[in-house]
């Protein structure tokens, strides 16, 4: 293996912190802890098309904040909450308090000491309709690559953007010279039948993607 390429949200952001930024606007209007995070993604499995929308760039979080997120969490909570609800801009906007798995900070610095290439492909989205604000808050001199889909314009787990971080890639790298780290099954089957060996993260046991990393690179992180 010559390369690895790690998802963001749930690989090396964590999703198993609490997000202090919420937890302070359910005490403001009198939420039970948690309600914010177990609500919000809700939207998605209710509204697909929101999200590949979302995620491919055609609507930014601006826009989401003003409408449809206070409009949906007031229906499904029961309180009537501020436009806009800042809940994106807050979870990963600037200046916002970004949780990382640290332990797979320490596994990307190790294979980087290691010779490997190391790249991010993340489904992520535009926060201003312009693209200009930073849509992966990360230490970018850590990786090699970055490929997002709201800048391409298509999301995991279409084979497209598969395709795209292979062609960007060294040439002397072939897929099945790559590993990939997900948490979402969807991805991990669509790059498995790309031709990269995939590894699916539990985002409550990142220690166990490492271990399996090191299983398959034979080496320690």
């Known amino acids: 293996f010559k390369a690895v390429v790690f998802d963001y949200g749930g690989v090396i952001m964590s999703h198993a912190a609490a997000v202090p930024e919420w937890t302070r606007l359910e005490d ?42 206070p409009e949906y969490l007031s229906a499904k909570i029961g309180v009537v909450l501020p436009r806009p609800l800042p809940l994106l801009h807050l979870w990963m906007g600037p200046g916002s308090t970004i949780n ?28 201003d309709r312009a693209g200009i604000k930073v849509r992966t808050p990360v230490d970018e001199s850590l990786f090699d690559l970055i490929v997002e889909s709201a800048i391409e314009g298509v999301m ?26 997900d948490d979402n ?3 991990v089957a669509a790059a ?30």
């Open 28 to 69: 403001d209007y009198n939420m039970d802890k948690g309600t914010i995070q177990k609500t919000l993604f809700g939207i998605f499995e209710d509204r697909p098309d929101l999200e590949r929308e979302l995620f491919e760039g055609h609507y930014s979080a601006d826009e989401l904040e003003y409408d449809v997120l």
């Open 100 to 127: 990382y798995n640290n332990n797979m900070i320490n596994a990307v610095k190790s294979l980087r000491a290691h010779g490997f290439h190391t790249s991010i492909l993340t489904n992520n989205y535009k926060f």
């Open 156 to 181: 995991k787990p279409h084979r497209r953007i598969y395709e795209i971080v292979q062609s960007r890639l060294p040439s002397s790298i072939s897929p099945h010279e790559c590993i990939f780290l």
């Open 185 to 187: 099954k969807a991805n």
């Open 192 to 221: 498995l039948a790309f031709g990269w060996t995939s590894i699916l993260v539990d985002t409550k046991n990142v220690e166990k993607a490492i271990r399996q990393l090191e299983l398959h690179l034979q080496i320690e992180l």
